[in-house]
């Protein structure tokens, strides 16, 4: 079964902090890995869109790396924000249907000052 | 630019009871989808649409229908409301299928009880 797994379920760092975030998924075939960031209350926001051929894309100060070979990748954020405090959500597709999205169940952030 | 609209924001149903949540989007994009997020869960597909008069059920159809008469709107109806519709409810849009973002809105809270 296609299933994309995240750790750790929840993270407290403190502000100016780097973090890690990880993403481990069983999807096959593969075809792309998003991140998004979710804020309470509101909608996922696109971060990064990674396709095979890619092992590192950033976004600011937001940078997701793949490994294809074994199925996983991380989100990196550097010097860390109080606005980063939200949800992490890692999505894998199986080919380059939006209807086949496999979502995790994301990261919760919380940045503390 | 409004993106993609959701309204209601909250909403509190009494089982058996029915009600339609509206999507819109202003980006003149052919897919549209629903989800629904539960808590500890990615999000899970309800319907999506691939242009207007096209729709097609997703992973979790049941107790929902939709329609898109313009490629604007994209409401999702729930007939006979069941506690376990107790969910949020998110619509999200992309202009195509491949590696493109996709753009949700900012979501529906809808408890039956």
């Known amino acids: 079964k296609n299933q994309v797994e995240q750790s750790p379920q929840s993270l407290i760092i403190l502000e100016g902090k780097n973090c890690t975030l990880q993403?481990?998924?069983?999807?096959?075939?593969?075809?792309?890995l998003r991140w998004y960031k979710q804020d309470t209350g509101r909608g996922p926001v696109s971060l990064t869109i990674?396709?095979?051929?890619?092992n590192t894309k950033s976004n600011g100060r937001y940078t997701a790396t793949l490994d294809a070979d074994t199925k996983q990748s991380s989100l990196h954020i550097t010097a860390s924000q109080l606005s980063d405090s939200a949800s992490y959500i890692c999505?894998?597709?199986?080919?380059?249907?939006?209807?086949?999205?496999?979502f995790g169940p994301g990261t919760r952030l919380s940045v503390l000052p | 630019n409004a993106g993609v609209t959701q309204t209601p924001k909250f909403r509190i149903l009494k089982i058996g009871q029915s009600m339609t949540l509206q999507c819109a989007q202003d980006?003149?994009?052919?897919?549209m989808y629903w989800y629904r997020q539960d808590p500890g869960m990615g999000l899970k597909l309800i319907y999506y649409?691939?242009?207007?008069?096209?729709?097609d059920k997703g992973e979790v159809p049941n107790g929902y229908n939709v329609s898109r008469s313009t490629t604007e709107d994209f409401p999702l109806r729930l007939e006979l409301a069941a506690p376990s519709q107790t969910s949020v409810y998110f619509c999200?849009?992309?202009?195509?299928?491949?590696?493109?973002?996709?753009?949700f809105g900012s979501g529906t809270q809808l408890s039956v009880l």
């Open positions: 999200a849009s992309s202009y195509s299928r491949t590696n493109e973002k996709l753009f």
């Open positions: 993403c481990n998924y069983t999807v096959s075939p593969f075809s792309n």
């Open positions: 990674m396709t095979f051929s890619e």
């Open positions: 999505v894998v597709s199986p080919d380059n249907y939006g209807q086949n999205f496999v």
């Open positions: 980006m003149n994009h052919n897919y």
């Open positions: 649409s691939v242009g207007a008069g096209i729709t």
